[in-house]
């Protein structure tokens, strides 16, 4: 790749990965561009857009994923980052997917959330900034969180058999 086609963001994108920590050999390609708005709209479902890039929430008992067992790697659906495994998904009766704990901590980005004037802890993909749902203090051990996500903002990667 020739110098001239580095832009800001990719530099950016380089320099905040240099900090995450160790990253996955499955990991999304470092140094693939992020899709842009456009590109978003064409490939996502509305209600996948709605959620992972207008902060939606997909009607309980509704999405792909609630009730999935199947093992494999929960990605991004905007960037593909591997964000959640299948092991620590629970049944957690909301009719969300439900994890006690992300693939590693680096990955997924919690922000305080003071809409509707609750507290509540939005999360977020760490790598492309798309909504996936919020995490609360009531899961299962050893964590005691529960990553409550959107199917709508995951894709689940079958683990080969
Ligand atoms: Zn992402």
């Known amino acids: 790749m020739g110098t001239a086609t580095i832009d800001g963001r990719r530099v950016a994108d380089r320099r905040t990965r240099r900090h995450a920590g160790a990253v996955p050999d499955d990991a999304a390609a470092p140094d693939a561009p992020l899709p842009t708005e456009e590109e978003l709209r064409a490939r996502l479902t509305p209600l996948q857009y709605e959620v992972t890039q207008q902060e939606g929430t997909e009607r309980a008992f509704t999405g792909e994923y609630w009730d999935t067992k199947d093992p494999g790697t929960y990605r991004c659906v905007v960037c593909d980052e591997p964000l959640f495994r299948s092991d620590v998904k629970y049944d957690s009766g909301t009719g969300w997917p439900s994890f006690w704990e992300a693939i590693d901590p680096s990955k997924v980005t919690l922000v305080e959330d003071r ?47």
């Not at 996936?132 to 409550?148: A, N, S």
């Open 115 to 161: 809409k509707l004037f609750m507290r509540r802890t939005e999360a977020r993909c760490a790598r492309c900034g798309a909504h996936l749902g919020h995490v609360f203090p009531d899961g299962p051990q050893p964590t005691g969180e529960r990553f409550c996500m959107n199917s709508a903002s995951l894709r689940l990667e079958p683990d080969e058999a």
